[in-house]
């Protein structure tokens, strides 16, 4: 079995039955799943071994990018560049459409960012990140001199002008997502095990940060985040994926045999969940779909 049910309104969600598939296996740590829509692949980050990796179901598992800076979590732009937090260079980080790979954010205030974690791009364009210190050290980034003071999650501008402190009193600031409406956005907190909600203010800042979940148990922690169409909200957590209702509300959990560390929608109706964890890349079909990535 597959499910760890809590609440009876996983069963809306999930399959009692589903099964939870290995695509890929054989990397190092992997992380930071990306699916395309238009290529139908999936891109995903092999942290320690310094690679961006690729698969798609009739060629398996290839390398897409090398070196990757030690790259985590990945998303797309509104016009379809991918955009990557990198552990090795400290930055996030753009491709352009000719393939070349450029800065857009890496210091605030003058001081260089910790180590860009997971980015999520808003409908109006603007790309939200959390950076916690996780890439200052091997092997999962560069032995480097924290200059920052603080573990922040920030905002670029759409325009890419102004980068904006969102909230610094995160102790490992990690997973992030928007509700399906982006009126709400969801940030977790692996060392303290939780997930709090903030409102998004029509400037694109957020208010009001309260607690919206918690996790307890070994063998994992806070980490990828992701909701569903309703507002479900989707997370790694020990033994798996917790599942929360919007209400706060713990499901239950999609059980995952290898510790989990992010996932991502994809698939042709966007109910396939992608899960990277540990040494290897799994998938499991749900009943309902995820929130389309461009």
Not at 24 to 38: D, K, M, S, V
């Amino acid at each position: 079995m597959a499910l760890d049910v809590r609440d009876s309104r996983l069963l809306d969600l999930v399959d009692e039955a589903a099964v939870v598939e290995q695509l890929a296996t054989g990397c190092q740590f992997t992380e930071g799943p990306l699916w395309h829509a238009a290529g139908q692949f999936l891109l995903f980050s092999d942290i320690p071994a310094n690679k961006m990796r690729k698969w798609d179901a009739s060629t398996g598992m290839t390398v897409f990018r090398e070196p990757s800076g030690k790259s985590n979590g990945l998303t797309y732009d509104k016009g379809g560049h991918l955009i990557a937090c990198e552990h090795a260079n400290r930055r996030v980080s753009l491709t352009t459409a000719d393939g070349h790979v450029i800065t857009i954010a890496s210091h605030y205030q003058g001081k260089r960012l910790n180590s860009p974690n997971d980015v999520v791009v808003k409908s109006d364009g603007s790309i939200y990140f959390t950076d916690p210190p996780y890439g200052l050290s091997a092997p999962y980034g560069v032995e480097s001199e924290k200059e920052l003071d603080f573990q922040g999650v920030y905002r670029l501008s759409p325009n890419g002008e102004s980068l904006t402190l969102l909230v610094d009193d995160f102790d490992r600031p990690n997973g992030l997502c928007f509700s399906p409406d982006e009126s709400i956005l969801y940030i977790n907190d692996t060392e303290r095990m939780h997930i709090r909600a903030f409102d998004v203010v029509s400037d694109g800042t957020i208010s009001n940060g309260r607690l919206f979940g918690e996790e307890e148990g070994e063998d994992g922690k806070p980490d990828g985040m992701k909701v569903d169409v309703h507002g479900n909200v989707y997370l790694t957590g020990p033994g798996g994926i917790w599942i929360f209702a919007p209400d706060g509300t713990h499901l239950g959990c999609i059980l995952v045999p290898e510790r989990a560390a992010n996932l991502a929608w994809g698939g042709d109706s966007w109910k396939n969940l992608f899960i990277t964890a540990s040494t290897s890349v799994y998938r499991v079909t749900c009943k309902v779909a995820g929130i389309v990535v461009p």
